[in-house]
């Protein structure tokens, strides 16, 4: 597989779904993109249901649940200027383009990634890159998308070096699927592009431990040694990381990288993607499981999208029992 799959037509010539499936998801593609990398499409080719889950289309994706919303992060209000959302008064984000090198099928933006890809234009960009030279509160900008990752290190290298000349840009963060999604991308070109002075974040969504390939150990081994600090987040989700053991993996897996869990996810109620959703009091009580006997190092913060542009709230902890999670002592 040397390419991205983009269809169902695709995803059946791979030999990744049957031929009455692919009749079946075709539907979904007029509505979401659809897009499996080779590195993704070769986990699903050997067995890994939980990335399969991730990735592939599925009917249910037509039907909108009662509560589900096009725009559950509700952004709009928040943009000053074309690819910025500014809703916290220090950092804001930046989104280049709307595209992705895969397409999640729960994605909270998907309503809106994909398609035309949402590349910003010369002209819009420059004008997203002025409002952050004028807006001095801004000391952070998050460049996510869509996945920038995905611009040609030319592009990329010329939006970072913009940043990260204006004097009140502190710090630099970028959320990104591409070292576990497609690792190839990682190359000596965006290496360079991404070594700057001004110190720069890399978020890694990933949602299950399979996704960490050999492949991808290395992207990530070089992204550190260029210098980034590694974060990793992830969204708690039906069928794929919704239990004590696919979630103490994951985690493990991701230290082992030296990505530290930042977020876990509450799903957001995006159209079509209830298959996905864990009730908040089961995902409070896999972490509890979780507490004390994993490293505190995994710890991520739990967090939730407060609907209407509420922004992101932590979801609190049942009280623990004192010493819950270490070896009862006998005797
Ligand atoms: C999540 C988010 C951020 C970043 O928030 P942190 O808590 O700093 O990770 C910034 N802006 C918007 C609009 C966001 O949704
Ligand atoms: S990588 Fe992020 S923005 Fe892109 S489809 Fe997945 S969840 Fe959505």
Redesign the pocket.
Known sequence: MKRTLRSARDLAAAGLVTPARAAEITPVEARYSVAVTPAMAALIAAGAEDVAAQYLPDPAELVTAPHELDDPTADAPFTPIKGVVHRYPDRALLKPLLA?????R?????EA??ADGGLLTEAELEAALDWFARTPAVREVIL????PLILSPRRFAHILARLSAIPHVELLRI?S?VPV?EPSRVTPELLAALTLETPLYLCV?ANAAAEFTPEAGAALRALHGAGLVLLGQS?LLRGVNDTEAALEALFRTMLRHRVKPYYLHQLDPAPGTARFHVPEAEGLALLARLRGRVTGLSWPAYVREWPEGGGKYPLGMPAMQPGAGHPRRSG
Not at 100 to 104: E, M, Q
Request: charge should be positive; glycine fraction near 14%.
């Open positions: 992705c090198p895969v397409y999640c729960f994605c909270f933006r998907r990634v994909g996510t998308g869509g996945d959320h699927r999604a969504h969204v």
